[in-house]
């Protein structure tokens, strides 16, 4: 399934609203995406942290982290 950036932003944006609510303890979180209804507690952040950068990578965002490279 292919969707127009403006959805995978706007998706994006409610993921990352989400992220902030769950981690700051505001409440489990609900979020809502291509048809589907995610509800995220404090156990499942990790799961919600992928979503996110999921999203990220189809929106070609990247994650911001740098790859590990080998010193020698």
Do not use: C, H
């Not at 399934?1 to 994006?12: P, S, V």
């Not at 303890?25 to 952040?45: H, I, K, M, Q």
């Amino acid at each position: 399934m292919t969707q127009d950036k403006a959805t995978l932003q706007k998706w994006l944006n409610d993921a990352e609203v989400a992220l902030q609510e769950l981690t700051t303890g505001l409440r489990p979180v609900t979020v809502a995406y291509g048809g589907n209804s995610v509800t995220y507690t404090a156990a499942d952040e990790t799961a919600l942290r992928r979503r996110i950068s999921e999203l990220r990578m189809q929106l070609g965002l990247g994650s911001g982290r740098r790859p590990i490279l080998p010193y020698f």
